[in-house]
């Protein structure tokens, strides 16, 4: 059981699960490919930024131990997992050839209490490369003993809000944001209510996993964000999303669901800027940050055809769970539907927009205390 304040996740937020047509294991291109392009980078921290020596693998033949945060139900996480497990071995003979022995590893996999952790393990077929464990809870708040881990991963997640500000769906309030399901940046009110609650999340994140990291250990987060001065309605994303909540106004218009309904549901995302998350870690004070830059995509060299499939499939594997628990499995289906007709007709708009988010690449070292 976690140890600390525990703010758990609605059972819709966890992806869709099993290994169906419509699951988030056949439909997370998107995301294979952002664990792809930051392959590269891992190996370059872990290579110049990672010492072993101190870490007391010189003298022991101790276990290296790795957490995935936010792993989902596969297959990405193994990939991540083991490029880390490379590089690991790697510069463990850089650093010592032959004269010290690393014992292996063991990948604690988390996500939320109702993610399919039968999918995942299922798919991690039995082998010798490493000891494994499925860790449940949200990653808000402690899910390991002190200093367990050497290198902690953390890929697509942390714009994933714990929760939507309360303020946002508050009628009374200035940050009330009818007529939209997301941050759009356009009204100041509703952009600081998501920002204050992407800063107490962040900040918690970091809290739990120092006190879980030995100092000297690496945290590679990978997260989607904006460049800096750019509003989320001027992102392609943005755009996206706005498709998205405009299927569900025509379905208000024409009576399938009621306007309170609507106005009821906000997308718990917060797409942030290096700048803004760069201040959080430091405000923080328990990472150094060695390294933060964007990761480039090969999912926008694609067609067409393959960008709307992508982005109707994925969209559909990450949302549908949250759009049912919300609306109901009849009024999700038809939102899906009407998405990829509208995606369709509106694909050159957004497919041009003048901005499009960036993927965050963040490498922090634990601080020794």
Known sequence: MAIGEIKELPKSWAMLGGDGHESYTQNSSYQKGVVDASMEMVDDGIM????????????????????DFGCSVGPNTFFAVENIMKAVKHKHHAQFNNSAVLSGFQV????????????LFKALHSNEKYFSAGVPGTFFGRLLPRSTLHFAHSSYCLHWLSKV???????????????????????????????????????????????????????VIITGGLPDGVLMSQAGIGMYYDLLGS??????????????????????????????????????????????????HNIWKTSKETKIKVSVSGG??????????????????????????????????????????????????????
């Open 48 to 67: 110049e930024k990672l010492d072993l020596k101190s870490l007391g693998f010189e003298s022991t033949n101790d276990t290296f131990r790795i957490a």
């Open 165 to 219: 500000p309360r303020e946002v769906l508050d009628s009374e309030s200035p940050a009330w944001n009818k007529g939209s399901i997301q941050c759009d940046g356009l009204k100041k009110e509703v952009t600081k209510a998501y920002s204050a609650q992407f800063q107490s999340d962040m900040n918690t994140f970091l809290k739990a996993r120092a006190q879980e990291i030995v100092g000297g250990g690496l945290m």
């Open 247 to 296: 299927c569900l106004i025509d379905m208000a218009e024409l009576g399938v669901i009621s306007e309170e309904k609507l106005d009821s549901f906000n997308l718990p995302l917060y797409y942030s800027s290096s700048t803004e998350i760069e201040e959080i870690i430091k405000a923080n004070g328990n990472f150094s940050i060695e390294r933060m830059d964007s990761l480039s």
């Open 108 to 119: 604690f996999f988390n996500d939320v209490t109702t993610n399919d952790f039968n999918t």
């Open 316 to 369: 559909r594997a990450v949302f549908q769970g949250l759009l049912e628990d919300h609306f109901g499995r009849e009024v999700a289906e038809k939102t899906f539907e009407n998405f990829e007709t509208k995606l369709d007709e509106n694909f050159s708009i957004i497919d041009g927009a003048a901005h499009e988010h960036i993927d965050h690449f963040i490498l922090l070292k634990r601080n020794v205390n």
